[in-house]
């Protein structure tokens, strides 16, 4: 028998694109269920603050195709301590809240996962990050949308590329994950891919450039920002002392991969997962990430969700062996 009357909903860590699908599938739900929904601004900080606001039909009209998150999000360092979290809990309390949606990362499920022990509230998690680097999911909710503005980005930057003789160094986001590199990599073209799952070889990246040097124009290379051997800087500066002669520039791209319109494919994605996290509440489930594998809904326990790196997918490495220089 269902117990959960009011459901907390908020976004947390680094936002992505479809947050704001996944918000309005959330508070959808609820409603359909006959729940009351309540809206807990910049994530657990909010939630120590008492920063809630009752979600109706209409407070996400119009959302689903909007970026970032209407509820704010926060990284919270006082939701690390104890006491921080105990004044949350009285908060939640105050506000008659008994269960909880968290649409973030692997620091929103560490968080809610030493919540959950302490205070025994259910807590059901959305991935909702860029990076793409939770087990448990294929993808995570904004991964699509970042990875497609990589791609528009670096087709621009080939186009001067290719018009000036020069290679390019691409910097991407991913944070310890090479997830964005590797996809984006591949659908741009790139002649060389950079990621932290696997070991850079210097050595083997100047020789692959020597050989493609009458080959090809422009050359882009991408690095993910977590590769062991640097960023775009430190690869700049190793191609630059070998090759004084091939006119190189840099761009690191930055936060315009977390903004942005999510793609169709991110809507969906979240739109499922929202109402997944609200049936499954009310089903009784708790302290687990609900993902998209093999196209079917997925539930993985928060501590298997953050614990290791998501594997990279062996054929795409393959891939990009075979179809770069
Ligand atoms: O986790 C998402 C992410 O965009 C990472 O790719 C990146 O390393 C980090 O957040 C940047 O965080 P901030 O916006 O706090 O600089």
Do not use: W
Request: charged share 25%; glycine share 12%.
């Amino acid at each position: 028998m269902n117990t959960i009357k009011n459901i907390g909903v908020f976004t947390s860590g680094g936002d992505s694109p479809g947050m704001n699908a996944a918000i309005r599938a959330v508070v959808r739900t609820g409603l359909y269920y006959n729940l009351q929904v309540t809206g807990i601004m910049r994530g657990y900080d909010g939630m120590i603050n008492g920063e809630f606001i009752p979600m109706e039909r209409k407070s996400v009209a119009n959302i689903i195709q909007r970026g970032g998150t209407i509820l704010k999000t926060a990284r919270s360092e006082e939701f690390r301590t104890k006491e921080g979290r105990e004044k949350a809990y009285q908060q939640l309390k105050k506000q008659n809240i008994d269960a909880l949606v968290a649409i973030g990362g692997d620091g929103t499920f560490t968080g809610a996962n030493i919540f959950i022990d302490e205070f025994h509230i259910p807590v059901i998690g959305l991935p909702g990050t860029i990076d793409n680097d939770l087990v448990g999911t294929d993808y995570t909710i904004g991964y699509d949308t970042a990875i497609n503005t990589v791609v528009e980005a670096v087709d621009k930057i080939r186009d001067t590329a290719e018009s000036h003789d020069r290679l390019f160094i691409v910097e991407v986001m991913g944070r310890d994950s090479g997830l964005i590199a590797l996809r984006s990599g591949i659908g741009t073209g790139a002649e060389s891919i950079l990621i932290p799952e696997t070991k850079t070889d210097i050595n083997a990246l100047l020789a692959r450039l020597e050989k493609g040097r009458k080959d090809k124009s422009s050359k882009i290379i991408i690095v993910a920002e977590g590769d062991d051997a640097g960023g775009a800087f430190e690869i700049a500066t190793i191609v630059k002392g070998k090759f004084p002669a091939i006119d190189t520039r840099i761009s690191i791209l930055g936060h315009i991969q977390r903004g942005g319109a999510p793609s169709c494919m991110d809507r969906v994605l979240a739109s499922r997962l929202g109402v997944a996290a609200v049936e499954s509440l009310i089903a009784g489930k708790k302290g687990e990430m609900i993902g998209v594998v093999n196209n079917n809904i997925h539930f993985t326990p928060f501590a298997n969700a953050i614990k290791h790196i998501a594997d990279v997918n062996a054929e795409l490495l393959k891939i990009v062996d075979i179809l770069s220089l």
